[in-house]
């Protein structure tokens, strides 16, 4: 054997990537103003947009990987001004949570979410609750919804949910990814260089640039983790129940079009008791804060408010163009 695959295989040996997950469960979970204190003691920061009066709904959101909970700072005014309130916090190893930039594990973020989802419904028993995920948010609610132990909610609503899985990758990709999980797991990568485009809305993209609370640099170890929680919530697309309603941009640069319309064509398979899809021509991986942000805001709003499948926007004609083929797949 040459001698450079000696030294790969002894440093592959000693190195595996890590996950840091909740400690001991020594307390009840409390939520508070200001934050969300779990089983295990850590404390989550909790925003809330709260309507004036009594709220008819309630919408808990949960953001995508290396954000955090001011991600639901827009469409939240705009929910809460329309008489629905709004909690998001920031998961474990995000944000000003515990842990920045270490990753906390698949099981981690669905315990929390359950746990999470408990607290707000003790609060509001008599509003309907509903989960809104943001691409990694999105995994996660996926994943959760599969659990037999989570709480009873309205609805879920995906926004360009995080579902590239290894199955919908090039092989290249996931073999550089593994090794580097398995070799260096420490190493730290930003992105610079890989042209892709998050959103239209330019300002917002360079105030999330400026945001301390915003991870600019990710552990090869958490990206390996967050493509776990992506298999897993490809994989679940069988398995989800209740109210759902998905909402994707054409233009969506982050998580391609092919484990989308794929996730969906089994979706659709499910036993669930409603699904909705929309498709926005000109948007974005951020639905919520691009541009044309108010269209996906109004028809989240009119899906809660009436139980309508037919949006002010259009998108989910096009989505049913797309779905039947009308539209170029991917």
Same mark, same amino acid.
């Given at each position: 054997?040459?001698?450079?695959?000696?030294?790969?295989?002894l440093?592959l040996?000693?190195?595996?990537?890590?996950t840091?997950p909740?400690?001991?469960?020594?307390?009840?979970a409390?939520?508070s &103003?200001?934050?969300?204190?779990?089983e295990?003691g850590?404390?989550?920061p909790?925003?809330?947009?709260?309507?004036?009066? &009594?709220?008819?709904?309630?919408? *808990?959101a949960l953001h995508?990987?290396?954000?955090?909970?001011?991600?639901?700072?827009?469409?939240?005014?705009?929910?809460?001004? #329309?008489?629905?309130a709004?909690l998001a916090?920031?998961?474990?190893?995000?944000g000003?949570?515990?842990?920045?930039g270490?990753?906390?594990?698949?099981a981690?973020?669905v315990?929390d979410?359950?746990?999470? +989802?408990r607290? =707000?419904?003790?609060?509001?028993?008599?509003q309907?609750?509903?989960?809104?995920?943001?691409?990694?948010? %999105?995994?996660v609610v *996926?994943?959760?919804? @599969?659990?037999?132990?989570?709480?009873?909610?309205?609805?879920?609503?995906?926004?360009?949910p995080?579902?590239?899985? #290894?199955?919908?990758?090039?092989?290249?990709?996931?073999s550089?990814?593994w =090794?580097?999980?398995h070799s260096?797991?420490?190493?730290?990568? +930003?992105?610079?260089g890989?042209? =892709?485009v998050?959103?239209?809305?330019?300002?917002?993209? #360079?105030a999330? #640039?400026?945001d301390p609370l915003?991870?600019k640099a990710? @552990? =090869?170890?958490?990206?390996y983790g967050?493509?776990?929680?992506?298999d897993?919530?490809? !994989?679940?697309a069988?398995?989800?129940?209740? !109210?759902?309603?998905? /909402?994707?941009?054409?233009?969506?640069?982050?998580?391609?079009k092919?484990?989308?319309?794929?996730? /969906?064509q089994?979706l659709l398979?499910?036993e669930?008791?409603?699904i +909705?899809?929309?498709l926005?021509?000109?948007?974005?991986?951020?639905?919520l804060?691009?541009?044309?942000?108010?269209?996906?805001?109004?028809?989240i709003?009119?899906? *809660?408010n009436?139980?309508?499948?037919t949006?002010p926007?259009?998108?989910?004609?096009?989505a049913?163009q797309w779905?039947? %083929?009308?539209l170029?797949?991917?």
């Amino acid at each position: 054997m040459r001698p450079h695959l000696i030294l790969l295989l002894l440093t592959l040996s000693g190195c595996m990537p890590m996950t840091y997950p909740p400690g001991t469960q020594h307390h009840a979970a409390q939520l508070s &103003e200001g934050a969300f204190l779990t089983e295990d003691g850590a404390s989550l920061p909790v925003r809330h947009w709260l309507p004036k009066t &009594e709220p008819h709904a309630v919408i *808990i959101a949960l953001h995508g990987f290396n954000d955090y909970s001011h991600f639901f700072d827009m469409p939240g005014n705009y929910f809460s001004a #329309r008489g629905i309130a709004c909690l998001a916090y920031d998961q474990r190893g995000f944000g000003s949570a515990p842990q920045r930039g270490l990753w906390a594990g698949s099981a981690a973020y669905v315990k929390d979410l359950q746990v999470f +989802t408990r607290l =707000v419904k003790r609060r509001y028993p008599n509003q309907p609750v509903y989960l809104l995920g943001e691409s990694m948010g %999105g995994a996660v609610v *996926i994943t959760a919804l @599969r659990q037999g132990n989570m709480p009873d909610i309205a609805g879920s609503i995906l926004i360009a949910p995080a579902l590239w899985a #290894r199955s919908t990758m090039p092989w290249y990709q996931t073999s550089l990814l593994w =090794v580097l999980a398995h070799s260096l797991p420490w190493l730290t990568l +930003t992105g610079k260089g890989v042209q =892709v485009v998050a959103s239209d809305n330019i300002d917002m993209l #360079r105030a999330l #640039r400026l945001d301390p609370l915003v991870i600019k640099a990710s @552990r =090869v170890e958490t990206l390996y983790g967050l493509a776990n929680l992506m298999d897993i919530a490809f !994989n679940s697309a069988r398995s989800q129940q209740g !109210n759902i309603l998905m /909402l994707y941009g054409e233009k969506d640069e982050i998580i391609p079009k092919k484990p989308i319309f794929l996730f /969906l064509q089994q979706l659709l398979l499910a036993e669930a008791e409603e699904i +909705t899809v929309a498709l926005y021509q000109h948007g974005h991986h951020m639905l919520l804060r691009d541009l044309q942000a108010h269209a996906p805001w109004k028809d989240i709003a009119a899906w *809660i408010n009436t139980g309508t499948n037919t949006f002010p926007s259009g998108a989910d004609k096009r989505a049913q163009q797309w779905l039947s %083929g009308q539209l170029e797949p991917f």
